[in-house]
C-alpha cells in the first residue's frame, strides 16, 4: 500500500488532504516523495514562523533535548521560565501559563475570565465572542466559536457563550440581557475569511470592557508572534487587553500555547486551579524562545513591508477582486472558488491555503522577496487563467 492508501486505512478521516506527500522542507521550500519543490505560503497554518529546519530554531530544540526532555510540571525548568519572562517583558503582561495549543491556550483564558467575574455573582459566567469567530475545537472554544456549522455535529456544547456581531449596539444590547464574564475577540478573524476588525470597534470595546471591569481576552493564536508585523496583532490598536492567548507560530514548529495575564489577573489563579502535562515543556519553550528573541522592531518592519509588496502585487492582478490583511496574513478574494485556486497552484508548485471564500497567504515570516514574487507571480497566473 502506497502512503495514500496508508493514510485512509489508519489515519482517522477528519482531514481531507491533498495528494502530497511532503518528506522535508528547508526555509520557505517544502519538498515531496518525488523530491518535487514547494514554495510554503502556508506555514503550516502559521506555525513555522522561520521556515522549515531554520538553523537557530533547530540548535535550540536539539539542545534542550539532548538536556531535558520532560520532567512534569512538579519540578522548576529553566525554558518555560525564560520564555515567560521574555514574554512579559516584551508585552507587559504579568505572567504565562504554559499548554500545548491554541484551544487549550483559550479554555485557560476562559477559566480565567470565569473566575475572575465569578465575584459579581453565580450567574456571572458568559463569554462573548464576536460572530464569524474560530477559537478553537475542543467543546468548549467550539461553543466560544460563532460560526454556527462547526457546532451542528456536537451539541450540547458548554454552556455560557453569546455572539454579538462586530459593532457596539450589539455587545451592549447582549450585556444589557446577560451577565458578561468576558469578552473573547481575534483583531483579525482568521479561519474566518481573514476580516481585519475596524480600529474604531476595537478601541470602543477596550474602553467598554474597562469601564465595565469585564475582562477583554484577545485570541492571538493565529495572529501572534510577528505575524502581522507587530508582537501581537493587538498591538497595531494600541489598546491593552486584560488576557492574550497565543499558539500556533509561538512555538515555531513544535506544539505550544501560552495565556498572558495582565497585572489584574496574575494571581487569579492559585495552586491546583489548572494544569497540564505537558504545558510549558523544555523543548517547546526552548524554540519558542529562539523565535520570540528573534521579533525585534526591524523584522517586524520587515514583514509589514513584505505584506505591502504581496498587496501591491495582488492589487488590481486579473482575477483578483481584493486583498485584506496585515503584515503577511493576507486573504485574497478571486473570481475563481477559492478551493480551485489552492489545487492548481498545488499542481504550480505553491502551496497556499483557504479561509472561507478567500485564497490565504500565511508564509514563514523571514521569507525572501524573490521567492514570495515567485510564488505570488504563480497565484496571479492561476488567477488569471
Ligand atoms: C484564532 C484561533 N484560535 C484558536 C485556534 C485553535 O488553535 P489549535 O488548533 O492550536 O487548538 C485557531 C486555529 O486555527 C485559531 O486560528
Given at each position: 500500500m502506497d502512503i495514500f492508501e496508508l493514510?485512509?486505512?489508519y489515519i482517522a478521516g477528519t482531514y481531507n488532504r491533498f495528494p502530497v506527500n511532503l518528506i522535508?522542507?528547508?526555509?520557505?521550500?517544502?519538498?515531496d516523495e518525488m523530491d518535487r519543490r514547494y514554495i510554503d505560503l502556508t506555514s503550516g497554518i502559521g506555525v513555522t514562523a522561520f521556515g522549515h529546519s531554520d538553523e537557530e530554531w533547530t540548535k535550540a530544540v536539539i539542545t534542550q533535548i539532548n538536556k531535558l526532555a520532560?520532567?512534569?510540571?512538579?519540578?522548576?525548568?529553566?525554558?518555560?521560565?525564560?520564555?515567560?519572562?521574555?514574554?512579559?517583558?516584551?508585552?507587559?503582561?504579568?505572567?504565562?501559563?504554559f499548554s500545548n495549543s491554541g484551544a487549550e491556550?483559550?479554555?485557560?483564558?476562559?477559566?480565567?475570565?470565569?473566575?475572575?467575574s465569578a465575584k459579581k455573582g453565580e450567574d456571572c459566567y458568559t463569554i462573548m465572542t464576536l460572530e464569524n469567530s474560530f477559537h478553537g475545537r475542543t467543546l468548549t472554544t467550539l461553543a466560544a466559536t460563532g460560526q454556527?456549522?462547526?457546532?451542528?455535529?456536537?451539541?450540547?456544547?458548554?454552556?455560557?457563550?453569546?455572539?454579538?456581531?462586530?459593532?457596539?449596539e450589539s455587545v451592549k444590547s447582549l450585556a444589557e440581557t446577560t451577565k458578561i464574564a468576558g469578552i473573547m475577540i481575534e483583531c483579525i478573524q482568521g479561519e474566518g475569511g481573514v476580516n481585519v476588525l475596524p480600529a474604531d470597534f476595537v478601541r470602543e470595546l477596550a474602553e467598554y470592557t474597562k469601564e465595565n471591569d469585564i475582562p477583554l481576552i484577545i485570541d492571538e493564536v493565529q495572529t501572534g508572534n510577528g505575524r502581522t508585523?507587530?508582537?501581537?496583532?493587538?498591538?497595531?490598536?494600541?489598546?491593552?487587553p486584560d488576557i492574550v492567548t497565543t499558539a500556533k507560530g509561538l512555538g515555531g514548529g513544535l506544539p505550544i500555547g501560552a495565556c498572558l495575564l495582565?497585572?489584574?489577573?496574575?494571581?487569579?489563579?492559585?495552586?491546583?486551579d489548572h494544569g497540564s502535562t505537558f504545558g510549558g515543556n523544555p523543548i517547546a519553550c526552548a524554540g519558542a524562545f529562539s523565535i520570540i528573541s528573534r521579533l525585534d522592531d526591524d523584522f517586524l518592519a520587515d514583514v509589514k513591508r513584505k505584506g505591502v509588496l504581496v498587496k501591491s502585487l495582488l492589487d488590481?492582478?486579473?482575477?483578483v477582486e481584493s486583498v485584506c490583511g496585515m503584515g503577511l496574513m493576507i486573504g485574497i478574494k478571486t473570481t475563481k472558488p477559492a478551493g480551485e485556486v489552492v489545487k492548481k497552484c498545488i499542481e504550480k508548485g505553491v502551496l497556499v491555503l483557504t479561509a472561507k471564500d478567500k485564497v490565504r497567504l500565511l508564509p514563514p515570516l523571514n521569507i525572501n522577496d524573490d521567492m514570495l514574487i515567485e510564488a505570488i507571480n504563480i497565484i496571479k497566473e492561476v488567477c488569471r487563467e
Open positions: 493514510d485512509k486505512k522535508y522542507g528547508l526555509g520557505s521550500l517544502v519538498f520532560h520532567v512534569s510540571n512538579l519540578y522548576y525548568t529553566n525554558p518555560d521560565v525564560k520564555l515567560a519572562e521574555l514574554l512579559c517583558k516584551k508585552t507587559g503582561m504579568n505572567k504565562v501559563f491556550a483559550n479554555e485557560c483564558a476562559i477559566k480565567a475570565a470565569r473566575k475572575y454556527e456549522h462547526y457546532h451542528e455535529l456536537y451539541t450540547p456544547l458548554t454552556p455560557g457563550f453569546v455572539y454579538a456581531e462586530t459593532n457596539m508585523g507587530q508582537l501581537y496583532a493587538y498591538m497595531n490598536y494600541k489598546i491593552s495582565s497585572e489584574k489577573f496574575a494571581d487569579v489563579f492559585g495552586y491546583g488590481g492582478a486579473k482575477g
